[in-house]
């Protein structure tokens, strides 16, 4: 039975328990402020950004330089600095709606934007000293400075903490000389402030240093590089050449340099997967347009089931994505909450809030930039031959859309990091993951004698959920039991059992949502809810399916795989799944009616 009262969550928790519904934030959920805000942002977007499109794909820096700064007066670079540092001093959830509604027309603006507010300030809030954040803050929250964060080498990328940018000491002990190479830094072209990792002597761990952009002192930059996207984010190398730094610049303590690295990019993979949600709405709003107008064998095109199926995919995927990262930033926001109510101080409260919440943040960002890059490529199919032209709004998006799988710890590597830390937390005990393992299939097996359920809303969908995570736990306690400490090396196992893991957040957060809708909104758009979190069930489910048994036959054998594979068969059927096509049908049918991107 429902009941009002919340509870905070715990990170990671999702796979091994039931959430209750008022603990669940979704859109709907959205203050006055937040609407306010948003409104805001969308009206600075479509008069300041979207009229010049075209010259962001020409390498205009300068223009992106202009529009950070107008970002700047308006306050939204600032929304997550506390306010005695000249910030908003707002929550998470508005810092992620921001970010969300400001980089839909841009990828040049949304990289820029990104890099600051993000990785460009976020280390020096967590971890800065009273003095760092005084002199430093409120300069990047005006947007007077833009912050550049170099952490990537020639030699190190994903290996970030191998970096050979030295730092020496002074024979005075009162600066370091900094020397060394980065590469991919974003921002750099127009950066008043780096936030630089160098390692001190033969320390195993990199440290961080706060140095302002000064060429005189040994500082200088690449030329800008010629990428595939983001035309107009500034993207070059920065060369130090014996840089003195005083001592009072280093960030952090030292050796804490990957931690604060590791710690930015949580919240850099969260930011980056609703920063492709505006995005996504855009690319389905144009895509739905122009097939309502372009005229073939005397139909719009958006009367094809051929363009109807694409558009409820697109639309799907972007309300299952909001689901989650709106569900993730309220989460973040409630448990920085719970520790500043023990006593911890803003800085550690903030910096434990999106820790505890890792996972998350890693799943979002390899679900949703994935997402994007479907819908962009659907976008230019839809357009047909006018999508492959420059002069279409569909050839930039998808270009700018392809970095988000490369952007803060590749797919690849966050896929890896996700289960790792989800067995971490269970042999930490942070959450209850050995029991769940241990009952996980005796769970399902008595899932499968259940004859009636209850007669709620989406009971069935709720149930087919609760089996998927039950042939997750049975699957990562199989791969535990296995490999053993060698799990970790064997990179294929962990990619599957991420992906199942990516599906079961996403469709568990939109799922929530739409059950949680119900009643709250009007009966058009609870149908179209109720349809578009049936697909994308019917979808995650098969998906599932197919990676637990790349699972099953790699790593078993013998009487034991097959027992597996049937259980997991009679466990994955959605015994009362609508008809697909209408679904698909209806589901577009209400986008395309609307014109746009409508939920």
């Known amino acids: 039975m429902e009941t009002n009262q919340k509870s905070v969550t715990i990170g990671g928790s999702f796979i091994i328990k039931e959430s209750n519904l008022n603990d669940i934030f979704t859109p709907e959920d959205f203050t006055e402020e937040h609407k306010m805000m948003k409104d805001s942002v969308i009206e600075f977007v479509d008069r300041e950004i979207v009229p010049k499109r075209q010259r962001f794909e020409k390498k205009d820096y300068k223009l992106t330089e202009e529009i950070m700064s107008k970002i700047g007066e308006l306050g939204f670079l600032g929304v997550s600095v506390p306010e005695k540092y000249g910030g908003l001093g707002m929550g998470f959830v508005s810092t992620m709606l921001v970010c969300d509604y400001i980089s839909g027309a841009s990828g040049s603006i949304s990289t820029a934007f990104g890099a600051h507010t993000g990785i460009g300030i976020l280390p020096i809030v967590l971890y800065g000293t009273e003095d760092q954040k005084q002199k430093y803050l409120p300069n990047l929250a005006s947007g007077k400075w833009i912050g550049s964060y170099c952490l990537t080498e020639p030699g190190s990328g994903s290996d970030a903490n191998s970096g050979k940018t030295k730092a020496v000491l002074s024979d005075d002990g009162s600066y370091y000389k900094i020397s060394g190479q980065k590469m991919w830094i974003s921002n750099a072209g127009f950066a008043s402030l780096f936030i630089v990792f160098a390692r001190i002597e033969d320390d195993k761990n990199i440290t961080g240093f706060l140095i302002p952009n000064e060429p005189s002192n040994g500082i200088t930059l690449g030329d800008e590089e010629n990428k595939l996207g983001i035309h107009s984010s500034s993207t070059r190398q920065v060369f130090f050449n014996e840089t003195k ?175 790792g830390m989800l067995l971490k937390k269970g042999m930490k005990g942070q959450i209850n993951l050995m029991e769940a393992v241990m009952n996980a299939k005796s769970d399902l097996l008595k899932n499968l004698q259940i004859k009636d359920l209850p007669n709620n809303v989406m009971s069935n969908e709720t149930q087919l959920l609760i089996n998927l995570k039950k042939i997750f736990l049975i699957l990562i306690g199989k791969a535990a039991e296995k490999y053993g400490q060698g799990l970790d090396k064997k990179q294929q196992v962990l990619m599957s059992l991420s992906d199942i893991l990516i599906e079961i957040y996403l469709i568990d957060s939109g799922l929530k949502r739409t059950i949680k809708n119900i009643n709250r909104s009007d009966k058009e758009s609870q149908s179209s809810q109720i349809k578009m979190t049936q697909l994308y069930l019917y979808e995650a489910n098969e998906i599932i399916l197919k990676k637990s048994k790349d699972i099953i036959y790699s790593t078993l054998e013998g009487e034991e795989k097959l027992e597996l594979l049937d259980l997991f068969k009679k466990s994955c059927d959605y015994k009362t799944c609508p008809n697909i096509f209408a679904l698909k049908t209806e589901i577009a049918n209400k986008i395309i009616n609307e014109n746009k991107y409508c939920f």
């Open 245 to 419: 730094v005083p001592v009072e610049n280093m960030l952090g303590e030292r050796q804490q340099g990957f931690k604060i690295a590791m710690n930015a990019l949580n919240v850099g993979r969260v930011k980056l997967g609703v920063a492709c949600l505006e995005a996504q709405r855009r690319v389905i709003t144009e895509a739905v347009k122009y097939s309502n107008e372009r005229i073939q064998f005397k139909s719009p095109i958006s009367s094809f089931g051929a363009i109807k199926e694409k558009i409820s995919q697109m639309a799907t995927s972007c309300y299952i994505g909001e689901s989650a990262c709106y569900r993730a930033a309220k989460d973040i926001e409630n448990r920085t909450e719970v520790y500043l109510s023990e006593g911890m101080s803003h800085q550690e409260s903030e910096l434990k809030g999106v820790e505890d919440f890792a996972i998350e943040c890693s799943l979002i960002k390899i679900g949703i930039s994935e997402d994007i890059m479907n819908c962009t490529d659907e976008g230019i199919q839809i357009f047909g031959g006018m999508g492959f032209s420059a002069e279409a709004p569909m050839e930039s998006a998808w270009r700018d859309a392809r970095i988000g799988r490369i952007y803060e710890g590749t797919n690849e590597i966050n896929r890896m990091l996700s289960v």
